[in-house]
């Protein structure tokens, strides 16, 4: 709907309209000074009133609009079962961005940034049974990714106060090369690992909801994907030689450090981070650790997450290699019913890497060919049961809990981009296999007889492009 002004203007201008319409023939009767007189005012009025339109809000408030599509087709094969989707590759899914700056003094500005995301089919939540996702989602929507204000100086740094990514967002996966678009290689469940396990006895799809990001890692975030979507405060300071220093507070939720490096060194592209989390009491966050989804977060501090990467390319030679890890202590599942005293692993970690070539090759812009692997290991993954006739459960009756599992993913790739068109067209390919063992429940608590639930392996093809605005 129109507002007060817009509306008035419209009015004016089809009042304009008529009266061009009427001094057109007034000209022929009478003569063009009528014509001329009839709408000198009421062009003045119009004029006046865009003013006004134009020139509401931040008169000095600089925006720009950023913002990409990366859209693929998604091929799997699950040992028993094999489809094609077409997805939004969340690696960096297609989103749009409005950013507002403005100088206050020459060492000080203020702003506002809103990150939107856009999801046709979230490639990390697709299932054998649903292309839009496990829970039936519409198959368009949109989501916040982040909204929040700022304030920046040259010198001591920003503030930001909202709704941001944490200060160790992807620190697992720094990355300078050209895959960060489209295969983060220490977080594959992005791209096809909602699908659910398959027995390789008996070559049934479990109906447990037991997917492979669950045996990654707790609520979908695994890992070296670090916390979104939380209002929080943020300090981030200026770079110096290299070096980036992040802190946030996520009141009664958790806080994390980050330390990030970035510099041309001795020939080499260099990226590297680390960073520290860890939960407060009366923590909502069910992501980092599992066992949180059994607490109201009172043992919450228990929780932590040490994690780090580092990526190096030669400027020359365009050779690179990409190594992340992370280490998870969920200190918190020995204080649960179903685990406390049964001697359960407290902690996750995984390694992963990549390793390949990019440089230039052709006039459209760099070429890149890789290979990846990725290994997980962790105890008490998920809070997911295996229930009686479940084709996953060892002798088909009670209910057994997830022990251990171990999760190992090789892979690779090739990519182009198109300077021309800021795009990049890519084709990544990852084999994913994994040991699970389980143990049964007595009485809610894990201590009854473990027993191995063989899965068959799943293969996934996923070939798209990424473009930016």
């Not at 950023?66 to 094999?82: H, K």
């Not at 791209?191 to 396990?197: N, Q, Y």
């Not at 406390?340 to 407290?346: C, I, N, R």
Request: charge should be negative; include cysteine.
């Amino acid at each position: 709907m129109p507002n007060a002004g817009q509306g008035s203007i419209l009015a004016l201008l089809m009042l304009a309209l008529l009266c061009t319409a009427a001094a057109s023939v007034s000209a022929h009767a009478y003569g063009p000074n009528i014509a001329d007189d009839c709408c000198t005012d009421l062009e003045q009025r119009v004029a006046e009133l865009e003013a006004t339109v134009a020139t509401k809000g931040n008169r000095t408030l600089k925006v720009t609009l950023t913002g990409l599509v990366n859209n693929a087709v998604m091929y799997w094969n699950d040992g028993g079962e094999d489809n094609a989707y077409v997805v939004t590759n969340d690696n960096q899914r297609s989103r749009f961005a409005f950013v507002g700056t403005v100088a206050i003094s020459p060492n000080w500005e203020a702003g506002y940034a809103i990150d939107i995301g856009i999801r046709t089919a979230n490639s990390k939540l697709v299932t054998q049974t649903a292309a839009g996702g496990f829970d039936e989602r519409p198959p368009t929507g949109f989501d916040l990714r982040s909204s929040v204000w700022f304030l920046r100086n040259k010198r001591f740094g920003s503030g930001y106060l909202g709704t941001a990514f944490a200060a160790t967002d992807r620190i697992a996966s720094s990355n300078v090369t050209q895959t960060e678009a489209f295969d983060a290689y220490s977080a594959p469940e992005n791209a096809g690992l909602g699908m659910f396990l398959r027995s390789s006895r008996n070559g049934e799809m479990t109906q447990s909801l037991l997917s492979w990001r669950r045996i990654i890692g707790a609520g979908g975030d695994q890992p070296g994907e670090s916390q979104r979507g939380f209002s929080l405060m943020k300090y981030v300071s200026p770079t110096w030689n290299g070096f980036t220093f992040a802190a946030d507070w996520v009141v009664t939720d958790f806080w994390d450090v980050a330390l990030r490096y970035r510099k041309e060194i001795a020939g080499f592209d260099v990226a590297a981070g680390i960073g520290f989390l860890q939960l407060q009491p009366g923590s909502r966050t069910r992501s980092v650790c599992p066992a949180a989804f059994f607490t109201r977060g009172e043992d919450a501090t228990a929780c932590q997450q040490v994690r780090g990467s580092v990526s190096a390319k030669h400027l020359d030679t365009g050779l690179f290699v990409n190594f992340g890890a992370n280490l998870t202590n969920d200190g918190i599942v020995d204080t649960t019913v179903r685990f406390d005293g049964t001697g359960v692993e407290q902690q996750g970690y995984f390694l992963a890497g990549q390793i390949g070539i990019e440089r230039q090759f052709n006039a459209l812009g760099k070429s890149t060919l890789y290979a990846s692997y990725y290994s997980y290991s962790g105890g008490a993954p998920t809070v997911l049961t295996v229930g009686p006739g479940d084709p996953l459960n060892p002798t088909g009756s009670g209910d057994w809990t997830v022990w251990q599992s171990n999760v190992d993913i090789w892979g690779g790739g090739i990519a182009q981009g198109i300077d021309n068109a800021a795009m990049i067209v890519y084709l990544a390919y990852h084999h994913v296999s994994g040991d699970l063992t389980l143990r049964q429940l007595q009485n809610r608590v894990a201590s009854g007889p473990i027993a191995g639930a063989p899965i068959d392996d799943l293969d996934l093809l996923l070939g798209g492009a990424l473009i930016r605005f």
